[in-house]
């Protein structure tokens, strides 16, 4: 076993606290719904691709193996949380607080709804990755904008495709659901478009200061093998 494959750096390690903030506080603002230019949306849309844009630049600096190690840590730290969420939920208020309704609507997800954020998550993630992986393998590592915007494209639209019919269907009419799941595509990945200039000096100075620019020659691609950097 090559040991130095195994340790994660400093800048790895803020990029995955990074990305597991976001997961986290995307749940919770996905409470809310929002108007944005007259479309319904949901507040985790200011927040969730910027874990996309993390995804990129992990599995364009050090690879497709430490980018599936960042989302099982994020998946694992998501469900944790949502976990103590809803057993805080479940325990009796003090008679004398009075907000428990508004902290039900917050952390009282139902399950079909985590459930479906948990699979959509996992696999708009590992697509995303792998998308990015196999296209800078064929493109010799060039047009890393290109990629960027095709990956998250691709994970956008697994997750919003796996998510919205699990969670919503039969409480969302179909003639709205179907909007509401292309608006997401659209609108996160213009995010990620928008936010591109800064996504590029950010993976230009990280690959500058670990000296590391990974080509996944001859990677595992399958997801369960966690530890397998």
Known sequence: MNSE?????????LMGTLF???LIAANL???????VAGLSLTGGLIVFPISY????CVC??????????????????????????????????????????GFHAIFGLAPRIAAASFIAFLAGSFGNAYVMSRMKLLSHGKNFSWRAIVSTLVGEGIDSIIFFPLALAGVVPAEALLPLM???????????????????RVVRWVKNKEGVDTYDEGVDYNVLKVFKL
């Open 182 to 200: 292309f608006w997401q595509i659209v609108l996160k990945t213009a995010y990620e478009v928008l936010v591109l200039p800064v996504t590029l």
């Open 29 to 35: 603002l996905e409470t809310k719904q929002i108007s």
């Open 60 to 101: 364009e600096v050090w690879g497709f193996a430490k980018a599936r190690l960042l989302i099982w840590l994020g998946f694992a730290m998501n469900f944790f949380f949502v976990l103590i969420g809803a057993l805080c939920d479940l325990i009796p208020a003090a008679p004398y607080w009075h907000n428990e309704e």
């Open 5 to 13: 494959k195994q340790k994660v750096s400093v800048l790895f390690m």
């Open 53 to 56: 844009i993390i995804n990129d």
């Open 20 to 22: 597991c903030v976001c």
